[in-house]
Nanobody
């Protein structure tokens, strides 16, 4: 059974950092582009960052560029999202997702992804 599990969310003060993890079971992440998305209450799910399966090409939404870093550790079958300089507007449920078709690039669109995790809550507040 293919499964993605996010972890690492929590409550952090503005300016703080968190590292989210996306661990896969039942399949090998090496062959999948992985995306991170977030959804705040009353808003649509939006793409935050993604990383391709080949060459590690990355994408960042303008709102997180320079603050968030995506990386993958294929040996651990895990993708990470390092989030620094967090702002209250980063508060959302964060999801990771896997795209089985793209290899050399990745997509920031929800519709491009085939498998989804259950999400982890990130709250940025003083």
């Amino acid at each position: 059974q293919l499964q993605l599990v996010e972890s690492g969310g929590g409550l952090v003060q503005p300016g703080g950092s968190l590292r989210l993890s996306c661990a896969a079971s039942g399949f090998t992440l090496d062959y999948y582009a992985i995306g991170w998305f977030r959804q705040a209450p009353g808003k649509e799910r939006e793409g935050v960052s993604c990383i391709s399966s080949i060459d590690g090409n990355t994408y960042y939404a303008d709102s997180v560029k320079g603050r968030f870093t995506i990386s993958r550790d294929n040996a651990k079958n895990t993708v990470y999202l390092q989030m620094d300089s967090l702002k209250p507007e980063d508060t959302a449920v964060y999801y990771c997702a896997a795209d089985q078709y793209r290899r050399y690039y990745c997509s920031g669109y929800v519709s491009s992804y085939d498998y989804w995790g259950q999400g982890t809550q990130v709250t940025v507040s003083s």
